[in-house]
């Protein structure tokens, strides 16, 4: 059994690599997807390819929330009317129908997600209709086993929220937080108080609920190195079982809550490279472990297990344990990921209802794979769930030499390994203590798709 990941702080790496780059959540990247297929094509590829003896994953979308968080870029819709959700939710039942006939066929379902938007925007009694849905269109688990989470907003749940969630089957959630301050949440319109947070944390855990995830996110205006370090020593204090620590990308031009944020209120590139350092040395003296990607868990979570004992995965909910599910995505603008095709729903909420009623799905643009793209992607996954390549395993996996293969690859790790990002043990490369944090440029070399030494419209930056 392999050991915990370490991280070292490279500042000068750091300075050389942090381009902008994918987060691999899929490869190829959404970005790819093409609007000119058809989406008759696509799903018929999709369940041509899929295999229908392996379990399912599932993925819900509710978009509302009743307020605007200044920094959100998820794809939402503000509103203090909750009727909004009613036909939202009719609409839902017949996608459910629709993909159900196309890839349920009895597959039970070994992982579920609920996210937004806001899933509890809507009332205790929509949640326990939302659930009766699935399970009557899809083969969910009766017996706790499934890995069934939830984000939960604290200012929109309580303790009897969590009890409903309970009883219909969820086993996780993931409560957002972000930062503690009060100035900075005044700043960003979520004004959440530590006691809001750590009561339904408490509620979480009376209900048996077996692991919860905090997000925090650096980079938000008026933060200080000084000031994130007391939110992540009272986060640590409520002990969460995993916590993802996001960096905050400023893109007001194409997320208009953002324009709300005043860039000169905002840290400067030194403080916030500061905040992420000084983050990741206290949480690894605290306990936790560091995954990747921004992402932490205790060493007796299932994310930490499933990596030491290599079963880790990565799909569009981040890191997961169940890289034998296909995933079936529902809801507007959901991403789906079947066999050999990717294909994401509508993004407009008018749009998406309009196809499901009109043409019997939402799809809107999807992408289908071809051998390159398989190899690709299982050196991507190898790499950002492990840290690790074996040349001679994706041989016998795909029939290819990787010498010959990946000639060009081969000569940008060798620079990798003469900074001491990676090193070559025979014929595996070990991502290095200082090269984890640049694990995304790590995994761009084996992109096919976007260039490696010039900024990439569309991604973020890697720190």
Sequence with gaps: MSQAFNVRWDAELIRRYDLSGPRYTSYPTAVQFDPLLSPDSLLEQARASADPSAPLSLYVHIPFCAHVCYYCACNKVITRNRGKARDYLDTLYLEMAQASERFGAGRQVNQLHW?????????????????????????????????????????????????????????????????????????????????????????????????????????????????FAATLEQVIELSPDRLSVFNYAH??????????????????????????????DRLLEAGYVYIGMDHFAKPDDSLAIAQRERQLHRNFQGYTTHSDCDLVALGVSAISQIGDVYFQNEHEIGAYGQAIESRGSAVRRGLIMHRDDHVRRDIIAALICHFELDESAIERRHGIDFGDYFAAELAELEQFRRDGLIRRDERRWLVEDAGRLLIRRICMTFDAYIPKSQPVQGFSKII
Excluded at 251 to 263: E, G, N, T, V, Y
């Design 115 to 227: 996210g937004g938007g806001t899933p509890t925007f809507i009332s205790n009694d929509e949640m326990i209709e939302l659930m009766a849905q699935l399970r009557r269109h899809f083969r969910l688990r009766d017996d706790d086993a499934g890995d069934y989470s939830i984000e939960v907003d604290p200012r929109e749940a309580d303790a009897e929220t969590l009890a409903v969630l309970r009883h219909i089957g969820f086993n996780r959630l993931s409560l957002g937080l972000q930062d503690l301050d009060p100035k900075v949440q005044v700043a960003v319109n979520r004004v959440q108080p530590l006691e809001m947070t750590s009561s339904l944390l408490e509620s979480a855990r009376r209900e048996g609920f077996r692991s919860i995830n905090l997000d925090l996110i650096y980079g938000l205006p008026h933060q200080t190195p000084e000031s």
């Design 251 to 280: 893109l007001p031009d194409r997320f208009r809550s953002q324009k709300h944020i005043r860039a000169e209120d905002l840290p400067g590139p030194d403080a916030k490279l500061q905040i992420l350092h000084e983050s990741i």
